[in-house]
């Protein structure tokens, strides 16, 4: 009954900023490490942001400063902030639950940066 679902995405301008959702159901969510991850086609997909069950925060190089990753346990929701978007960004942007051996993934939502 776990399920992750994304909602945000769309078509942006480069320059331009987004905010992913990500809601939570059938988890414990307080105790799961979250994290957004993203596949280009012909990519590999690629973390771009985590955020522990503790709040720790975690970045690769790829974020580049640009993205923030929050979470709201009550309302069990995961964000990412996104702001000066690239067209490089374009991608399915995916949300991610671990606990122990438990792993969770969203359907994805589409994020296409263009003029």
């Known amino acids: 009954q776990a399920q992750l679902v994304e909602s945000g995405g769309g078509l942006v301008q480069p320059g331009g900023s987004l905010r992913l959702s990500c809601a939570a159901s059938g988890m414990t969510f307080s105790n799961y490490d979250m994290s957004w991850y993203r596949q280009a086609p012909g990519n590999e997909r690629e973390l771009v942001a985590k955020?522990?069950?503790?709040?720790?925060?975690n970045y690769p190089d790829s974020a580049k400063g640009r993205f923030t990753i929050s979470r709201d346990n009550a309302k069990k929701m995961v964000y990412l902030q996104m702001s000066r978007l690239e067209p490089e960004d374009t991608a399915v942007y995916y949300c991610?639950?671990?606990?122990?051996?438990?792993?969770?993934w969203g359907q994805g939502t589409q994020v296409t940066v263009s003029s």
């Open positions: 991610n639950a671990v606990s122990f051996s438990l792993t969770y």
């Open positions: 955020i522990s069950w503790r709040g720790s925060t």
